[in-house]
């Protein structure tokens, strides 16, 4: 009997419906097969098993109670005096949801560096089918922002060098990063999604990792600007980021200082700010200008008003008389 649809002829009238089935592993499946006209018709489940067949039918239904076969290819065959012979096959597409998705560093442990080289590793254990496979990495920042780092494509080219093999396998995946003193305290995570198209779980099943905290270690860096406004009686201060925490100097005319907490218009003038820790160091100018408070300027100018309001009366009384 034929049983490939290499060998369906022009007068076949099988239709297989669905024309193919996701199953998850260990669930039920079914489907018909149908003629439009009445025939002698079965059922050949792969591996060897004993063939479903019925004669003087136009429906038969294929079903198993738990499928826990990766390989199955069922098909359905007709065998007609005036058709000769036909079949149909079933395409069933067998899945398994990952039973851990992990992230972690490769050779690695402990806080990175900013501008060297990493690689994070993204394991997905125990799935089917890996062509169906998507993985992708995250970054969330400290605000809670989520940013894609990078999606793996679906690699089609996994299905044609293993045909043969459909069972659940391990698979992992890598990501090069350079961190920046931006991702310090972000955390990392992958997450494995099962895309099985239009007849799979929708929306497709994803899973995914624990997150990995990240503590990046980074040279110090200046948050001030070159000029300051500074009002008379305040302190100098300037924001200096840096992890480990670095040590910051302050001089004027070369000579080391404590930076004045109560400014005056003396302290007008030049600043170098040196930081420096483990990962390196930075150097920051700043140019200071000391500005009246608002009371002594709002006191001079109460006091010159009523000078001038004191020196018009008393020409409009020498007028007068």
């Known amino acids: 009997m034929g049983k490939s649809s290499q060998g369906v002829c022009e007068s076949c009238s099988l239709v297989v419906s669905p024309a193919g089935l996701v199953v998850k592993y260990g669930a039920p499946a079914s489907a018909n097969c149908t003629s439009d006209t009445v025939t002698s018709m079965g059922w050949e489940p792969s591996l060897g098993e004993s063939p479903l067949f019925g004669t003087e039918v136009k429906e038969l239904t294929w079903r198993v109670d738990s499928l826990t076969d990766w390989n199955i290819t069922p098909q359905c065959f007709e065998i007609s005096e005036v058709g000769g012979q036909c ?23 402990g806080p990175v560096v900013e501008g060297h080289q990493y690689s ?17 990495f995250f970054k969330v920042s400290t605000n809670g922002e989520r940013t894609v780092l990078y999606t793996q494509p679906l690699n089609n080219d996994i299905q044609q060098l293993n045909n043969d093999m459909r069972q659940p396998v391990n698979e992992s995946y890598s990501l090069q990063f350079s961190p920046t003193s931006v991702d310090d305290g972000a955390q990392w995570f992958c997450s494995a999604m099962l895309d099985l198209g239009p007849e799979g779980p929708r929306p497709p099943a994803v899973m995914e990792s624990d997150r990995l905290n990240t503590t990046v270690h980074f040279a110090p860096e200046f948050s001030c600007s070159a000029k300051l406004e500074v009002r008379a009686g305040e302190g100098l201060t300037c924001e200096v980021r840096g992890n480990p925490l670095p040590s910051v100097t302050w001089l004027r005319d070369g000579q080391i200082l404590t930076p004045p907490t109560h400014l005056s218009r003396e302290d007008a003038g030049n600043y170098t700010l040196m930081a420096l820790n483990r990962i390196g160091r930075a150097n920051h100018t700043v140019e200071v200008e000391v500005l009246h408070d ?25 007028w007068l008389y």
């Open 294 to 318: 608002r009371a002594a300027r709002g006191a001079s100018c109460q006091a010159a008003g009523s000078a001038t309001v004191a020196v018009l009366l008393h020409q409009l009384i020498h």
């Open 120 to 136: 994070l590793h993204c394991l997905v254990q125990n799935t089917a089918p890996i062509e169906h496979l998507r993985v992708t």
């Open 87 to 109: 079949a149909r096959v079933l395409k069933v597409t067998v899945y398994k949801l990952p039973d851990r998705v992990s992230i972690r560093y490769v050779n690695h442990s």
